[in-house]
């Protein structure tokens, strides 16, 4: 079967890419990784569902809520004020200060386990460490061969150890099949190379929305 009928037996047409024709650009190099959009408001963001689910089945929120909303202020660290299942709506800003302490914050609330539970807080903390890690690492300004094995190292724990701990509370998915968590094994390739992440995150133009466009506006007529 030839491409044109594949697209007849489907019902579809292709639509030519304006990209294709330019000289010296390759389309499918156009999209990097984004550590706003991938990362905080994106892995971050399915974490902690897991995580709240992980805790109500355990019985552990309370006491995670109290240790989340105790913790205390730092320099550049935003202080989350209420219970993170109290939040509606998340900004990348606050997702960044999430990563930073959803791994203490998790372990201190699993702290003396019941000897049938060990085994699952084993894995359930080392599945978030993983994750929190690998975002930290995939972050570096300057990456090395070692630095690219610790990546390789992080995702592979994170994937070995995720399926079990979080089966049903993954907010109505039956798997872990979606495109962000997908978009994490071309992390490596894409510094191998285009060097490090941070020049192609959003997250400083998101930051400087609010100054740059919505701030004129409101003072606009």
Known sequence: ?????WFDSTSARPVPCIFWDLPHVEAYDLHRPDILHNIYIGMFDHLMT????????????????????????????????KANRQVTQW???????????????????????LPLE????????????????????????????????????YLEEFH??????????????TTFDFVKI??????????QRFGHLVKDSTERQDMNHPKMCLGPYHRSN
């Open 1 to 5: 079967m030839t491409v044109e009928d």
């Open 50 to 81: 897991w995580i709240e689910g992980f805790l109500q089945r355990h019985g552990k929120a309370t006491v995670f809520d109290q240790i989340w909303t105790n913790i205390p202020p730092y320099p550049d660290f935003y202080h989350p004020g």
């Open 91 to 113: 900004s990348g800003k606050e997702m960044r200060n999430f990563g930073r302490i959803i791994y203490p914050a998790f372990a201190a609330a699993l702290h003396n386990p």
């Open 118 to 153: 060990r085994v699952v807080f084993r894995k359930a903390l080392a599945c978030v460490r993983s994750l929190i890690y690998w975002s930290f690492v995939v972050q570096y300004r300057i990456q090395t061969t070692e630095t690219l094995n610790y990546l390789a190292d």
């Open 160 to 173: 070995a150890t995720k399926d079990e701990v979080y089966q049903n509370t993954v907010n109505k998915r």
């Open 182 to 191: 997908h978009l994490m094994l071309h992390y490596e390739e894409s510094v």
